[in-house]
């Protein structure tokens, strides 16, 4: 049966569900007639993707922005601030205002630097989030390493690669959201100086927003002064807690796994 499709949000998808006559599924699309002529033309076709294509879309937008399995549910919510002895309130805020404003953000160029000496703090993972949130509603984000991203540029270096090296660059100048986690990590030299500049210098230009997490704050950084000055020109400083919680964090999730289960269970024993 052909439909007519319009670009699906929660109000259009909210109208044809309330107002038009419900047909048929085939499990990743609802199709309703408009029986009641609610629209030009009466009798039309109309389908609304179904929940599991919804999720299905999403967790392939997810995937597409190179965001790492072991993130790919996380959410902002799930950055929980007692996981921290330090209070986060400030931090989480200014970074949920990042998020719930991007389109500012978007045209202004603004950026995030999350930073904190300590391995395993969560830095990662609140970047994973950010992705994941952004990428929900419907933004373009791509997600790597910095160590990873030359990586794949030197990949491009090979004659059978299947990708140019200006259309990888490209990929990494233009998405809406760049996010570069553990910034100086890699090995430095005068080939990687070089190329991060370009990719810094072409999203500074072009008012490109990028998250940077690093175990470094930004002066401590060992790139040259014109990659620390455009970093430091964009973007909003966030110094995250010295606290390794990682393991605290997977002692947290399991303790509230085992609280579900026993719950689960005592329904059991009560039904």
């Not at 000496?117 to 993972?125: A, E, N, P, V, Y």
């Not at 140019?164 to 809406?176: A, G, Q, R």
């Not at 553990?182 to 500049?197: N, Q």
């Not at 997977?250 to 609280?259: H, L, S």
């Amino acid at each position: 049966m052909q439909g007519k499709y319009m670009t699906s949000d929660s109000i259009t998808d909210a109208i044809i569900k309330a107002r038009m006559t419900f047909i048929q599924s085939d499990g990743f699309w609802d199709i309703y007639e408009d029986t009641d002529g609610i629209t030009a033309e009466k009798g039309s076709i109309w389908t609304v993707p179904t929940e599991m294509a919804k999720k299905q879309s999403l967790e392939a937008k997810i995937s597409f922005a190179r965001v790492p399995m072991a993130y790919s549910l996380k959410r902002l919510k799930d950055v929980d601030p007692d996981y921290y002895k330090t209070n986060v309130t400030r931090e989480l805020m200014i970074i949920q205002d990042y998020v719930s404003a991007f389109s500012k953000y978007l045209k202004s160029g603004q950026s995030l630097y999350i930073w904190s000496h300590m391995l395993g703090s969560g830095k990662t993972m609140t970047a994973c989030a950010v992705a994941n949130e952004l990428v929900e509603r419907g933004f373009e984000v791509l997600f790597m390493t910095s160590g990873t991203m030359f990586m794949k540029i030197r990949d491009t270096f090979n004659e059978k690669s299947k990708i140019s090296t200006e259309s990888l660059m490209n990929s990494f100048k233009k998405c809406e959201l760049l996010i570069l986690d553990d910034l100086g990590s890699e090995k430095m030299s005068s080939w990687t100086d070089e190329t991060m500049f370009e990719v810094i210098n072409a999203r500074y230009l072009a008012h490109k927003p990028t998250l940077f997490t690093s175990n470094c704050n930004v002066t401590e950084l060992n790139y040259n002064k014109r990659i620390i000055d455009r970093i430091k020109a964009d973007c909003t400083i966030i110094h995250w807690p010295e606290e390794g919680v990682r393991n605290s964090i997977g002692d947290m999730n399991r303790q509230r796994q085992d609280e579900e289960w026993q719950q689960m269970e005592l329904k059991g024993v009560t039904a």
